[in-house]
């Protein structure tokens, strides 16, 4: 079976969900997957029409009066049994991360103690922004009116986002206690 990257997978899975179009893709991506996975504007036309040319969906056009005529995506069974296919298949490497704070401490003997502890604070109020957001992501999920089939599968992902952000929270804390004195 043909092998595709990441960013195609990651569109046939949101094909299962009501995202047809191009602009609600997007949406969907900026709501829920941006968190942990990053795809651009740019990417999800290019892939949509490889996709299609694929024949993992086709394209419809959908029509409403008063605006322009908006294509849309539905997966085919092509498109269904590529993406199982997918995600039947073990990971094939632990995520590496590239975390500048991680960077700058490794170096922080050349920094001032003044600014190594500005920079735990801060990263430590922006994790605690993201963790608010969770939390709010969590609360419309779970309020969402009908329950949606995929809703635990969103809560698992975000439960591991809360459980991550949480954890480096408790590092920065704890990095700053031990910060050496300049």
């Known amino acids: 079976m043909k092998r595709y990257n990441d960013t195609t997978y990651a569109l046939l899975g949101i094909l299962t969900t009501e995202c047809r179009s191009g602009y609600s893709i ?15 504007y740019g990417q999800i036309y290019p892939t949509l029409k490889l996709i299609v040319q694929e024949e993992l969906a086709e394209v419809r056009t959908a029509s409403t009066p008063g605006k322009p005529d908006k294509n849309e995506y539905y997966l085919t069974s092509k498109g269904i049994e590529t993406l199982k296919n997918w995600l039947e298949q073990p990971i094939e490497q632990l995520p590496i991360e ?41 609360q419309a999920i779970i309020q969402h009116e009908n329950h949606d089939e995929n809703s635990d599968y969103w809560l698992f992902t975000l439960d591991y986002g ?12 704890f990095t700053l206690k031990k910060l050496p004195m300049g």
């Open 26 to 40: 997007k949406q969907f991506i900026d709501r829920s997957l941006n968190h942990f996975w990053k795809i651009s």
């Open 98 to 138: 590239r975390n500048e704070i991680l960077l700058k401490l490794f170096f922080g003997r050349y920094q001032s103690h003044e600014n190594q502890i500005l920079l735990l604070q801060n990263y430590k109020q922006e994790l605690e922004k993201r963790y608010a957001t969770y939390l709010s992501i969590e």
């Open 162 to 173: 809360k459980r991550t952000t949480q954890a480096a929270i408790d590092w920065c804390e």
